[in-house]
Protein backbone atom coordinates (compact mmCIF):
# COMPACT_ATOMS: atom_id res chain seq x y z
CA UNK A 1 0.00 0.00 0.00
CA UNK A 2 3.22 2.38 0.90
CA UNK A 3 4.09 1.81 -2.78
CA UNK A 4 1.69 2.39 -3.91
CA UNK A 5 1.08 5.96 -2.30
CA UNK A 6 4.20 6.76 -3.71
CA UNK A 7 3.41 5.67 -7.07
CA UNK A 8 0.49 8.11 -6.67
CA UNK A 9 2.44 10.94 -5.34
CA UNK A 10 5.62 10.08 -8.18
CA UNK A 11 3.19 10.48 -11.10
CA UNK A 12 1.03 13.61 -9.90
CA UNK A 13 4.49 15.42 -9.77
CA UNK A 14 5.82 14.10 -12.47
CA UNK A 15 2.66 15.67 -14.06
CA UNK A 16 2.90 18.98 -12.61
CA UNK A 17 6.38 19.44 -13.87
CA UNK A 18 5.37 18.15 -17.31
CA UNK A 19 2.76 21.29 -17.33
CA UNK A 20 3.84 23.96 -19.60
CA UNK A 21 4.55 27.06 -18.31
CA UNK A 22 2.12 29.79 -18.52
CA UNK A 23 1.78 33.56 -17.52
CA UNK A 24 -1.69 32.94 -15.79
CA UNK A 25 -1.56 32.42 -11.99
CA UNK A 26 -0.54 28.97 -10.85
CA UNK A 27 -2.78 26.30 -10.50
CA UNK A 28 -3.19 23.74 -7.50
CA UNK A 29 -1.39 20.79 -7.81
CA UNK A 30 -5.01 19.12 -7.30
CA UNK A 31 -7.99 19.25 -9.76
CA UNK A 32 -10.33 21.59 -7.69
CA UNK A 33 -12.83 19.74 -5.52
CA UNK A 34 -16.09 19.19 -7.13
CA UNK A 35 -19.15 21.53 -6.02
CA UNK A 36 -20.99 20.10 -3.31
CA UNK A 37 -24.49 18.40 -4.65
CA UNK A 38 -27.56 20.14 -3.27
CA UNK A 39 -29.31 18.16 -0.58
CA UNK A 40 -32.78 16.93 -1.39
CA UNK A 41 -35.72 19.28 -0.71
CA UNK A 42 -38.93 18.25 1.73
CA UNK A 43 -37.73 14.63 3.06
CA UNK A 44 -40.36 12.19 4.05
CA UNK A 45 -41.17 12.44 8.25
CA UNK A 46 -39.69 9.12 9.71
CA UNK A 47 -43.04 7.11 9.96
CA UNK A 48 -43.70 7.76 6.24
CA UNK A 49 -40.26 6.71 5.37
CA UNK A 50 -40.11 3.91 7.46
CA UNK A 51 -43.59 2.74 5.91
CA UNK A 52 -42.23 3.22 2.81
CA UNK A 53 -39.16 1.06 3.46
CA UNK A 54 -41.39 -1.47 4.93
CA UNK A 55 -43.39 -1.84 1.88
CA UNK A 56 -40.13 -2.92 0.02
CA UNK A 57 -40.19 -6.52 -1.50
CA UNK A 58 -38.43 -9.06 0.64
CA UNK A 59 -35.34 -10.15 -1.06
CA UNK A 60 -34.14 -13.82 -0.15
CA UNK A 61 -30.20 -14.57 -0.80
CA UNK A 62 -28.94 -18.04 -0.66
CA UNK A 63 -25.88 -18.61 1.38
CA UNK A 64 -24.32 -20.79 -0.61
CA UNK A 65 -24.69 -18.69 -3.41
CA UNK A 66 -23.06 -15.89 -1.68
CA UNK A 67 -20.07 -18.09 -0.77
CA UNK A 68 -19.59 -18.81 -4.30
CA UNK A 69 -19.39 -15.20 -5.80
CA UNK A 70 -16.84 -14.59 -3.01
CA UNK A 71 -19.09 -12.43 -0.33
CA UNK A 72 -16.98 -13.09 2.40
CA UNK A 73 -18.91 -10.29 4.66
CA UNK A 74 -22.36 -12.32 4.38
CA UNK A 75 -21.89 -13.23 8.02
CA UNK A 76 -19.77 -11.58 10.11
CA UNK A 77 -16.27 -13.04 10.95
CA UNK A 78 -12.46 -12.72 10.06
CA UNK A 79 -13.24 -13.03 6.73
CA UNK A 80 -15.42 -9.67 6.47
CA UNK A 81 -12.52 -7.48 8.65
CA UNK A 82 -11.15 -5.64 5.54
CA UNK A 83 -15.05 -4.93 4.35
CA UNK A 84 -16.13 -4.02 7.68
CA UNK A 85 -13.12 -1.78 7.83
CA UNK A 86 -13.76 -0.25 4.12
CA UNK A 87 -17.01 0.51 5.42
CA UNK A 88 -16.18 2.08 8.67
CA UNK A 89 -13.53 4.49 6.56
CA UNK A 90 -16.57 4.75 4.30
CA UNK A 91 -18.69 6.17 6.71
CA UNK A 92 -16.52 8.70 8.60
CA UNK A 93 -15.23 10.13 5.46
CA UNK A 94 -19.05 10.80 4.21
CA UNK A 95 -20.42 11.89 7.88
CA UNK A 96 -17.04 14.44 8.10
CA UNK A 97 -18.26 15.91 4.54
CA UNK A 98 -21.85 15.87 4.59
CA UNK A 99 -21.79 13.36 1.34
CA UNK A 100 -24.76 10.92 0.72
CA UNK A 101 -24.10 9.29 -2.56
CA UNK A 102 -21.31 7.48 -3.03
CA UNK A 103 -20.01 5.71 -6.34
CA UNK A 104 -17.30 2.68 -6.89
CA UNK A 105 -15.78 3.42 -10.58
CA UNK A 106 -12.52 1.55 -12.20
CA UNK A 107 -10.36 2.58 -14.33
CA UNK A 108 -10.80 -0.99 -16.27
CA UNK A 109 -12.86 -3.96 -15.64
CA UNK A 110 -11.85 -7.13 -13.50
CA UNK A 111 -10.89 -4.95 -10.60
CA UNK A 112 -13.38 -6.40 -8.12
CA UNK A 113 -16.02 -3.27 -8.52
CA UNK A 114 -19.24 -5.04 -8.00
CA UNK A 115 -18.07 -7.86 -5.57
CA UNK A 116 -16.67 -5.05 -3.31
CA UNK A 117 -20.47 -3.70 -3.85
CA UNK A 118 -21.90 -6.75 -2.72
CA UNK A 119 -20.10 -6.71 0.28
CA UNK A 120 -19.92 -3.26 1.61
CA UNK A 121 -23.85 -3.82 1.27
CA UNK A 122 -24.13 -7.38 3.76
CA UNK A 123 -21.22 -5.27 5.80
CA UNK A 124 -23.80 -1.92 6.12
CA UNK A 125 -26.67 -4.30 6.94
CA UNK A 126 -25.29 -4.66 10.39
CA UNK A 127 -25.18 -0.90 11.31
CA UNK A 128 -28.67 -1.13 11.87
CA UNK A 129 -29.29 2.96 12.88
CA UNK A 130 -28.21 3.51 9.48
CA UNK A 131 -30.25 2.90 6.34
CA UNK A 132 -28.44 2.12 2.84
CA UNK A 133 -29.23 1.96 -1.06
CA UNK A 134 -27.12 -0.11 -3.71
CA UNK A 135 -27.81 0.83 -6.78
CA UNK A 136 -26.76 -1.61 -10.03
CA UNK A 137 -25.68 1.42 -12.59
CA UNK A 138 -23.70 -0.98 -14.85
CA UNK A 139 -26.76 -1.04 -17.43
CA UNK A 140 -24.64 -3.01 -20.23
CA UNK A 141 -23.28 -5.98 -17.72
CA UNK A 142 -25.60 -6.25 -14.41
CA UNK A 143 -22.91 -7.47 -12.27
CA UNK A 144 -23.69 -7.03 -9.63
CA UNK A 145 -27.26 -8.50 -10.18
CA UNK A 146 -25.88 -11.30 -11.27
CA UNK A 147 -23.22 -12.18 -8.19
CA UNK A 148 -26.40 -11.67 -5.79
CA UNK A 149 -28.32 -14.44 -7.80
CA UNK A 150 -31.43 -11.79 -8.45
CA UNK A 151 -33.62 -11.23 -11.06
CA UNK A 152 -36.29 -8.66 -10.70
CA UNK A 153 -39.07 -7.97 -13.09
CA UNK A 154 -38.08 -4.65 -13.87
CA UNK A 155 -34.46 -2.92 -14.34
CA UNK A 156 -33.79 0.07 -12.50
CA UNK A 157 -33.40 1.38 -15.88
CA UNK A 158 -37.15 1.63 -16.26
CA UNK A 159 -37.05 3.70 -12.20
CA UNK A 160 -34.93 6.04 -13.71
CA UNK A 161 -36.83 6.64 -17.10
CA UNK A 162 -40.00 7.02 -14.80
CA UNK A 163 -41.83 4.10 -16.20
CA UNK A 164 -41.75 2.13 -12.76
CA UNK A 165 -41.44 3.34 -9.16
CA UNK A 166 -39.11 2.30 -6.60
CA UNK A 167 -41.72 1.17 -4.64
CA UNK A 168 -42.40 -2.18 -6.87
CA UNK A 169 -39.03 -2.76 -8.73
CA UNK A 170 -36.36 -2.06 -5.51
CA UNK A 171 -36.00 -5.08 -3.05
CA UNK A 172 -34.82 -5.04 0.93
CA UNK A 173 -33.11 -6.85 2.40
CA UNK A 174 -33.14 -7.44 5.89
CA UNK A 175 -34.30 -4.50 7.85
CA UNK A 176 -31.68 -1.55 6.36
CA UNK A 177 -30.39 -2.09 3.14
CA UNK A 178 -32.27 -2.03 0.05
CA UNK A 179 -31.13 -3.08 -3.39
CA UNK A 180 -31.79 -1.50 -7.39
CA UNK A 181 -31.07 -3.75 -9.38
CA UNK A 182 -31.04 -4.67 -13.20
CA UNK A 183 -32.97 -7.68 -14.58
CA UNK A 184 -30.27 -8.77 -17.30
CA UNK A 185 -32.64 -7.10 -20.20
CA UNK A 186 -30.36 -5.60 -22.43
CA UNK A 187 -30.66 -1.59 -22.41
CA UNK A 188 -30.31 0.23 -25.89
CA UNK A 189 -28.92 3.81 -24.54
CA UNK A 190 -27.39 3.21 -20.61
CA UNK A 191 -24.94 6.39 -21.46
CA UNK A 192 -27.96 8.75 -22.33
CA UNK A 193 -30.64 7.66 -19.14
CA UNK A 194 -27.84 7.96 -16.84
CA UNK A 195 -27.13 11.39 -17.75
CA UNK A 196 -30.56 12.34 -18.42
CA UNK A 197 -32.33 14.85 -15.88
CA UNK A 198 -34.90 12.13 -15.24
CA UNK A 199 -32.16 10.29 -13.67
CA UNK A 200 -31.43 12.82 -11.49
CA UNK A 201 -34.96 13.56 -10.45
CA UNK A 202 -35.54 9.92 -9.71
CA UNK A 203 -32.98 9.71 -7.35
CA UNK A 204 -34.32 12.93 -5.96
CA UNK A 205 -37.34 11.19 -5.43
CA UNK A 206 -36.01 7.83 -3.94
CA UNK A 207 -33.79 9.83 -1.27
CA UNK A 208 -36.71 12.07 -0.44
CA UNK A 209 -39.34 9.01 -0.07
CA UNK A 210 -36.66 6.29 1.89
CA UNK A 211 -34.15 8.58 3.28
CA UNK A 212 -31.12 6.80 3.03
CA UNK A 213 -27.77 7.54 5.14
CA UNK A 214 -25.86 6.10 2.21
CA UNK A 215 -26.76 5.14 -1.42
CA UNK A 216 -24.06 3.39 -3.36
CA UNK A 217 -23.94 3.03 -6.91
CA UNK A 218 -22.10 0.26 -9.03
CA UNK A 219 -20.45 1.70 -12.00
CA UNK A 220 -19.35 0.65 -15.27
CA UNK A 221 -15.38 0.92 -15.60
CA UNK A 222 -14.12 4.34 -17.07
CA UNK A 223 -12.51 3.09 -19.53
CA UNK A 224 -14.79 1.15 -21.11
CA UNK A 225 -17.40 4.02 -22.10
CA UNK A 226 -18.92 7.61 -20.83
CA UNK A 227 -21.82 6.54 -18.83
CA UNK A 228 -19.87 7.09 -15.74
CA UNK A 229 -18.66 10.75 -16.99
CA UNK A 230 -22.81 11.33 -17.92
CA UNK A 231 -23.76 10.54 -14.38
CA UNK A 232 -20.59 11.19 -11.77
CA UNK A 233 -21.93 14.39 -11.30
CA UNK A 234 -25.07 13.21 -9.66
CA UNK A 235 -22.85 12.03 -6.76
CA UNK A 236 -21.02 13.20 -3.62
CA UNK A 237 -17.94 11.46 -4.45
CA UNK A 238 -16.65 8.10 -5.55
CA UNK A 239 -14.14 5.32 -4.52
CA UNK A 240 -11.68 4.11 -7.48
CA UNK A 241 -11.24 0.28 -7.33
CA UNK A 242 -7.86 -0.83 -9.08
CA UNK A 243 -6.45 -4.45 -8.69
CA UNK A 244 -3.35 -5.30 -7.46
CA UNK A 245 -0.54 -6.50 -9.98
CA UNK A 246 -3.07 -5.44 -13.24
CA UNK A 247 -3.88 -1.91 -12.78
CA UNK A 248 -1.07 0.55 -14.40
CA UNK A 249 -0.26 3.52 -12.89
CA UNK A 250 -1.12 5.55 -15.57
CA UNK A 251 -4.61 4.13 -15.55
CA UNK A 252 -4.63 4.93 -12.21
CA UNK A 253 -3.31 8.62 -12.67
CA UNK A 254 -5.72 9.22 -15.57
CA UNK A 255 -8.70 7.38 -13.53
CA UNK A 256 -7.80 9.91 -10.47
CA UNK A 257 -7.97 13.14 -12.53
CA UNK A 258 -11.24 12.11 -15.20
CA UNK A 259 -13.33 11.37 -11.84
CA UNK A 260 -12.05 14.38 -9.65
CA UNK A 261 -12.83 16.69 -12.73
CA UNK A 262 -16.72 15.68 -12.02
CA UNK A 263 -16.61 15.04 -8.03
CA UNK A 264 -14.81 14.32 -5.17
CA UNK A 265 -11.85 11.32 -4.90
CA UNK A 266 -12.86 9.69 -2.05
CA UNK A 267 -9.86 7.37 -1.88
CA UNK A 268 -8.36 4.32 -3.93
CA UNK A 269 -8.71 1.04 -2.99
CA UNK A 270 -6.20 -1.67 -3.86
CA UNK A 271 -8.37 -4.43 -4.59
CA UNK A 272 -7.30 -8.64 -4.69
CA UNK A 273 -3.89 -8.18 -2.80
CA UNK A 274 -2.12 -10.85 -2.03
CA UNK A 275 0.03 -9.81 0.66
CA UNK A 276 -2.41 -9.08 3.98
CA UNK A 277 0.48 -8.81 6.67
CA UNK A 278 2.90 -5.89 7.62
CA UNK A 279 1.09 -2.23 8.21
CA UNK A 280 -2.43 -2.81 6.37
CA UNK A 281 -2.83 -6.31 7.82
CA UNK A 282 -5.51 -7.40 9.66
CA UNK A 283 -5.35 -9.33 13.28
CA UNK A 284 -9.15 -9.69 13.51
CA UNK A 285 -8.81 -12.56 15.97
CA UNK A 286 -6.18 -10.74 18.06
CA UNK A 287 -8.25 -11.70 21.59
Request: aromatic content about 6%; glycine content about 6%.
Amino acid sequence: MERLQTAIEKARAQRDQAAPATPAAPQPQQPAAAPARQGVANPAPPAQSQEAWEALEEMRVSRKHMMRNRITAFEPGINCAPFDLLRTRLLQRAKQNGWQRVALVSPHSGCGKSTTAANLAFSLSRQQNLRSIIFDFDLRRAGLTAILGQRPPQGIAEVLEQKTPFSEQGRRLGTNIAFGLNNGAKVANPSEILQSPKTSEALDDIAAQYTPDIMLFDLPPLMASDDNFGFLQNVDCALIMVAAEKTPMSQIDVAERQVADLTNVMGIVLNKCRYTSGAHGHEYDYY
